[in-house]
């Protein structure tokens, strides 16, 4: 059995170990969705040349190097725009649950979120039926009224109870089954 290859293999794992950190989840609708207007960097670089000719002469350069990178697309103030309309739409979507739990307001975690859903006021469905009953059920029903003889699975709401079957009380005691014949 080869010992070092264990040992290397233990310790390549415990180096990876030190140097990975894990991969947490994030909010996708709270990011910039990859926008990046441009980017700058500054670099150094020096090369040393060797000749190797009658006279071995070294010659050695130094560069100072700036580098813009300007990325096709939408222009940068537009996609910041629309990266403040996404969030903002999640909040509006949000703040209706946010403002209508006051523990969240003591809360000193949540202070960033309370302060950004103060004074927004989700705007309510009015669409729903007043007896708060869907509009499936309401077309239900009708169909129902239009065709009594129709059994419908969960029929509870209309018609006469076509079943004969009774419950029967808590203290009833249930006959015994039959014994099998054993042949």
């Given at each position: 059995?080869?010992?070092?290859?264990?040992g290397?293999?233990?310790?390549?794992?415990t180096?990876?170990?030190?140097f990975?950190?894990?991969?947490?989840?994030?909010?996708?609708?709270?990011?910039?969705?990859?926008?990046?207007?441009?980017?700058?960097?500054?670099?150094?670089?020096?090369?040393?040349?060797?000749?190797?000719?009658?006279?071995?002469?070294?010659?050695?350069?130094?560069?100072?190097?700036?580098?813009?990178?300007?990325?096709?697309g939408?222009?940068?103030?537009?996609?910041?725009?629309?990266?403040?309309?996404?969030?903002?739409?999640?909040?509006?979507?949000?703040?209706?649950?946010?403002?209508?739990?006051?523990?969240?307001?003591?809360?000193?975690?949540f202070?960033?979120?309370?302060?950004?859903?103060r004074?927004?006021?989700?705007?309510?469905?009015?669409?729903?039926?007043?007896?708060?009953?869907?509009?499936?059920?309401?077309?239900?029903?009708?169909?129902?009224?239009?065709?009594?003889?129709?059994?419908?699975?969960?029929?509870?709401?209309?018609?006469?109870?076509?079943?004969?079957?009774?419950i029967?009380?808590?203290?009833?005691?249930?006959?015994?089954?039959?014994?099998?014949n054993?042949?």
């Amino acid at each position: 059995m080869n010992y070092y290859f264990t040992g290397l293999l233990i310790l390549a794992m415990t180096i990876l170990a030190l140097f990975v950190e894990p991969a947490y989840p994030r909010n996708e609708y709270l990011n910039d969705y990859g926008v990046r207007c441009g980017e700058m960097e500054v670099s150094t670089e020096r090369r040393d040349t060797d000749y190797n000719y009658s006279d071995s002469n070294t010659h050695e350069d130094q560069y100072l190097r700036f580098t813009y990178r300007k990325y096709l697309g939408t222009d940068c103030k537009t996609a910041k725009e629309n990266v403040a309309i996404k969030q903002q739409l999640e909040l509006m979507k949000m703040c209706g649950r946010v403002n209508s739990n006051p523990s969240l307001a003591n809360n000193s975690n949540f202070n960033l979120l309370v302060s950004k859903c103060r004074g927004v006021t989700p705007s309510r469905d009015n669409t729903r039926p007043s007896d708060s009953q869907s509009l499936w059920d309401d077309m239900k029903d009708d169909y129902k009224k239009d065709n009594p003889e129709i059994n419908l699975m969960g029929d509870k709401l209309i018609g006469p109870k076509k079943s004969k079957l009774k419950i029967p009380p808590k203290d009833y005691i249930l006959p015994l089954p039959k014994p099998k014949n054993e042949d």
